[in-house]
């Protein structure tokens, strides 16, 4: 277990509908991150946030945002999911992000848009 | 543009005994890290070693050691004494500076099977 949790494990909703996952980084990680795993697009970086602030930006779409809250946890919200958005979803987190700091995932989410 | 590449889609290995998992990587910053995590089926991410730039000795943690040759631009993993449990997906991947923070990429992965 790495501290890191993700809620919800699953998700299955329809083209054009918009959902929300939600990250809770170990105790103590300022640092969140976001990615996704796709059989097409492999494991890619979305975004990061530390303290609340975004820090860095991957290949995440304008459809997608993300927000880093006061008790810093994380959510990713996805709007006008289309087929291609089915993925497995992760958060990682770390102390503060640094470039050697190891970051430790939660289990993701894996969404199915139908 | 920074790359990371995985040539080995597959790979078999006898139980005991030593494998090395490729990984090359394409980058002219000149900080960067170098990570290895393993996936196994049931989708977790595990962090197993990771490699900084400057790094003068190549890393180790318990059966894994990192072969890391700054020149060629390969990280390559070598996991001893293989375990039926080591069985997964591994991924290679380098954490570089953008912008004022930092970037991950992650090679496509290489699945290893163990044999009894």
């Known amino acids: 277990d790495s501290g890191v949790t993700q809620t919800p494990k699953h998700l299955i909703t329809a083209t054009g509908q918009r959902v929300t996952l939600r990250c809770s980084p170990r105790s103590g990680d300022l640092s969140v991150y976001w990615y996704q795993q796709s059989l097409d697009q492999g494991l890619q970086f979305l975004i990061q946030y530390y303290n609340g602030e975004e820090r860095a930006k991957g290949n995440i779409l304008e459809r997608f945002s993300a927000q880093q809250f006061p008790d810093l946890h994380s959510e990713l919200n996805l709007s006008s999911l289309e087929l291609g958005d089915s993925a497995l979803y992760f958060c990682a987190s770390s102390v503060v992000g640094g470039l050697e700091e190891t970051q430790y995932f939660g289990p993701g989410t894996r969404l199915l848009v139908l | 543009a920074q790359k990371i590449t995985q040539t080995q889609p597959g790979m078999f290995v006898q139980e005991k005994e030593a494998v090395t998992l490729d990984c090359t990587y394409d980058t002219s910053d000149p900080s960067y890290g170098l990570f290895w995590y393993k996936q196994p089926s049931s989708g977790e991410m595990i962090f197993l070693i990771y490699?900084?730039?400057?790094?003068?000795q190549n890393a180790t943690e318990g059966r894994y050691s990192l072969n890391f040759q700054k020149a060629r631009k390969s990280a390559n993993l070598v996991i001893s004494a293989s375990q039926l449990g080591d069985s997964a997906m591994y991924f290679c991947a380098m954490r570089h500076l953008s912008f004022g923070g930092f970037k991950t990429i992650f090679g496509a992965g290489t699945r290893l099977f163990v044999k009894a």
């Open positions: 490699q900084g730039s400057y790094d003068q």
